[in-house]
């Protein structure tokens, strides 16, 4: 890739991509976005607080408010549905907060939706909507109609280690009245807490679950309804996953993200890239060859490596800075000829590359591919950024038109 594809061949390939979905409004999560992983490895003390521990948290998940006419703005919404105690809270605290594992047995049961905005200002921007366990549709106080239309995608959690025929019943009546207000609805079936089933009886339950919910469907003559399944942990990687499935999903963008991937890797002679959303540690793309677990797993393990040391001895006095800027950059070489490459893309983002040994010889030219990689990536950022303001603007004017001149508005928040 000696030369990036210039924005205006971007925009001629790929001109209905660059819409956006979502308006940054909130910060991501309460807790510090660089905070040290508190997750697989746990992190040292004082160095970044739990979400747990954080009140700041508290006012930041937002409890929902039906009546607030632009809570329903453009941003896609993801909603973690399921039975009590199947697991959703914890899913989003581990992948959103950084939560240790083992911190999730603390967690209080949810008794109100919550919802929270995942906004950094670049690819992934969304909300999270947390339920809590039982919701009965049939309560005339939820309305289920005005939050299934601006549903991106709807994540139904079943405990596997639980006996799962209540919660299969549950997730057909979710889905059934998902997909008559909202067709366009992504569903996403976690089989969750997989870490206590051998390896057998994992694909059994999962083919079992599969059949089982597809036969439900089909019965009711509902069989042109795709259901995905993954099966899950949070004690793994698993978890991030399968939510950096369900995120790519809503991206947009995400064509041209792998097209640029595929002209970056097969020009710099990589053997495989990752796009990663450094704080969630989600990849929002990768190139067009197979993704293995050790490969992602060794991804993760190299940012959470990267950002613990930056946090640990990058920051200036009284921690001013961030870990993670325009020189973050690291390698790392493995006993097996294979170099992991680690460079900023954006604020956010950063390339995560898979390089055989010889390859890695000529590095003078994968950067400068990554140059020209790095500068479409931001030209497709900034065309993203325009159409975020020009959204605001507009949201501005349509609230100033809802409000009297005195300001009060006309309709009751
Ligand atoms: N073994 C195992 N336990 C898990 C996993 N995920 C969550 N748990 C445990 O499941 C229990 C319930 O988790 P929550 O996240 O509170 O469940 P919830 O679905 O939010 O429950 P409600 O808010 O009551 O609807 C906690 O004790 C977690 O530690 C997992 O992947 N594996
Ligand atoms: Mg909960």
């Given at each position: 890739m000696e030369t990036a594809p210039p924005p205006s061949i971007l925009r001629?390939?790929?001109?209905?991509?660059?819409?956006?979905?979502?308006?940054?409004?909130?910060?991501?999560?309460?807790?510090?976005?660089?905070?040290?992983?508190?997750?697989?490895?746990?992190?040292?003390?004082?160095?970044?607080?739990?979400?747990?521990?954080?009140?700041?948290?508290?006012?930041?998940?937002?409890?929902?408010?039906?009546?607030?006419?632009?809570?329903?703005?453009?941003?896609?919404?993801?909603?973690l549905m399921g039975l009590r105690r199947s697991g959703k809270s914890s899913i989003q605290k581990v992948v959103f907060h950084k939560m240790s594992p083992n911190e999730t047995l603390f967690l209080e049961s949810t008794n109100k939706i919550c919802r929270e905005?995942?906004?950094?200002?670049?690819?992934?921007?969304?909300?999270?909507?947390?339920?809590?366990?039982?919701?009965?549709?049939f309560d005339p106080t939820f309305d289920y109609e005005m939050i299934f239309r601006g549903t991106g995608a709807l994540i139904f959690v079943i405990d596997s280690q639980d006996d799962y025929m209540e919660a299969l019943a549950r997730l057909h009546l979710t889905v059934t009245r998902a997909y008559k207000v909202n067709t366009d609805i992504n569903f996403e079936v976690f089989i969750h807490k997989v870490d206590g089933l051998s390896d057998d009886h994992k694909i059994e339950?999962?083919?079992?679950?599969?059949?089982?919910?597809?036969?439900?469907?089909?019965?009711?003559?509902?069989?042109?309804?795709?259901?995905?399944?993954?099966?899950?942990?949070?004690?793994?990687h698993s978890i991030f996953e399968a939510f950096s499935k369900v995120v790519q999903k809503l991206i947009p963008q995400l064509p041209t993200l792998e097209n640029l991937l595929n002209i970056f890797i097969s020009n710099s002679g990589i053997e495989k890239a990752f796009l990663f959303d450094v704080v969630s540690k989600i990849y929002i793309a990768t190139d067009s060859t197979p993704v293995d677990m050790q490969t992602y797993e060794l991804c993760c393990d190299m940012i959470d490596v990267v950002i613990d040391i930056s946090c640990i001895y990058g920051l200036k006095e009284h921690g001013a800075g961030?870990?993670?800027?325009?020189?973050?950059?690291?390698?790392?070489?493995?006993?097996?000829?294979?170099?992991?490459?680690?460079?900023?893309?954006?604020?956010?983002?950063?390339?995560?590359?898979?390089?055989?040994?010889?390859?890695?010889?000529?590095?003078?030219?994968?950067?400068?591919?990554?140059?020209?990689?790095?500068?479409?990536?931001?030209?497709?950022?900034?065309?993203r950024m325009k159409v975020v303001k020009s959204r605001k603007v507009q949201s501005r004017l349509q609230k100033k038109k809802a409000a009297t001149p005195n300001g009060t508005p006309r309709v009751l928040l």
């Open positions: 001629v390939l790929f001109p209905g991509r660059f819409r956006i979905h979502g308006v940054s409004s909130v910060r991501r999560s309460g807790v510090g976005a660089w905070a040290p992983r508190g997750g697989m490895g746990g992190h040292p003390p004082g160095l970044g607080g739990t979400p747990a521990q954080d009140p700041e948290l508290e006012t930041c998940a937002q409890v929902l408010d039906f009546s607030d006419p632009f809570s329903t703005e453009v941003k896609p919404r993801i909603l905005d995942v906004s950094n200002s670049s690819f992934v921007n969304f909300q999270i909507w947390d339920f809590p366990g039982q919701i009965d549709f339950t999962q083919r079992d679950i599969h059949q089982r919910a597809n036969d439900d469907l089909a019965d009711a003559g509902l069989e042109k309804i795709h259901l995905s399944f993954y099966l899950t942990s949070i004690y793994d961030t870990p993670y800027d325009k020189e973050s950059t690291a390698i790392i070489k493995l006993n097996n000829t294979t170099v992991l490459y680690l460079k900023e893309v954006t604020k956010f983002l950063a390339l995560v590359c898979f390089v055989r040994e010889e390859s890695f010889e000529r590095k003078g030219l994968i950067d400068y591919n990554f140059h020209c990689f790095r500068k479409a990536i931001h030209e497709v950022f900034e065309v």
